[in-house]
């Protein structure tokens, strides 16, 4: 890495250039926050001059692995790697670091050696499972509280980290207890799907107090399962989920919704800022660059967040 991060590093001084032709392994579409960071991906790109050269994934981890080694071939300057799940990139990231290309991961996190990419930027994925824990434990109603919980696609960090946040959150908490789990996959639709089947194991949502959801997506899907299961969002079943959507603060201003927790879609500008600078005079950043996860509520102004947002790519 040294001696790439060198020769980069001469070559960028000779030419006064930047990174100029970036590969971008993206999952998919599975969510509205993952069009909003494909969207600001390509602006940021386009406003810096890079040549982004963009691959969806279509959830699959094989797409990814191929894509990253079509931009080894293709002697890209730098790779941004949004991983579908956490295990299995080792060998391909020895591949790039051979080549001396350096990869940035965005939004979710590897298990593989941090040696193995140049930094990551993403939030604290645990912290953003125990702000929405936090909520719920400040909110619930008197009594026990059955919480179901809509998780991400299994095998990625946010769904396993934001799981062990929310545990964390309530822990102690006898009072309030997890009593269905299930995947969702971050989609609308898979949202639904389970909701649906969690309100009719639990006497038709009458044993629910609160649903937690890895991301607003799925409890946007949730929602509607719950109207049509004649209750009432919001009120009879309590909702917390991740992401700040502009459709999640509709919902809120509906009172559908209770509580979301931001994950900002611009990855991007802080990743391209580490890797201009890598690229320029050798700054090395540090492995772990953090956004903020702020909490929002119905007491947030949501029309005026949804206002904020509605433009963005979502
Ligand atoms: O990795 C970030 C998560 O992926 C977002 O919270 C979710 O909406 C997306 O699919």
């Known amino acids: 890495m040294k001696k790439f991060l060198l020769g980069a590093a001469l070559a960028a001084l000779a ?3 930047t990174a100029q032709t970036i590969g971008f392994s993206q999952i998919g579409s599975e969510s509205g926050w993952r069009a909003a960071e ?3 991906t390509r ?6 001059g890079i040549d982004l050269r963009f691959s969806d994934a279509q959830q699959r981890q094989e797409n990814q692995i ?3 080694r079509s931009f080894i071939a293709q002697g890209v300057d730098a790779i941004l790697l949004a991983p579908v799940v956490a295990t299995g990139w080792d060998n391909v990231l020895e591949e790039a670091s051979e080549a001396e290309i350096p990869v940035v ?5 590897v298990d593989s050696s941090d040696d193995l990419y140049l930094t990551a930027v993403g939030s604290d994925l645990v912290h953003e499972g125990e702000v929405a824990g936090e909520w719920l434990v400040e909110n619930k109603p008197e009594g026990e509280c059955r919480v179901v919980e809509l998780e991400g696609t299994t095998g990625s960090s946010p769904a396993i980290d934001r799981a062990t946040g929310f545990r964390n959150a309530i822990e102690g908490h006898d009072d309030i207890e997890i009593v269905r789990s299930q995947t969702g996959d971050f989609t609308r639709s898979g949202g639904k799907e389970v909701m649906e089947s969690f309100l009719q194991a639990e006497g038709g949502g009458e044993n629910i107090c609160a649903l937690y959801a890895h991301n607003d997506d799925m409890a946007l899907g949730a929602i509607q399962a719950i109207k049509e299961a004649g209750l009432d969002p919001g009120n009879d079943i309590l909702i917390v989920s991740i992401d700040a959507v502009p459709d999640i603060f509709t919902a809120m201003a509906e009172g559908d919704a209770n509580a979301t927790v931001e994950l900002t ?3 991007a500008g802080p990743a391209f800022d580490a890797l201009e600078a890598y690229l320029y005079d050798g700054t090395v950043p540090p492995k772990f660059i953090q956004t903020e996860s702020t909490l929002y509520t119905q007491d947030d102004d949501p029309m ?6 509605k433009d963005l790519g979502y």
């Open 15 to 17: 030419t006064g250039a």
């Open 38 to 40: 494909t969207t600001v």
């Open 43 to 48: 602006q940021e790109a386009e406003e810096r």
């Open 66 to 68: 191929a894509a990253i």
């Open 105 to 109: 991961l965005l939004d979710r996190q």
């Open 265 to 267: 879609p611009n990855m």
């Open 304 to 309: 005026a967040e949804y206002e904020k947002r």
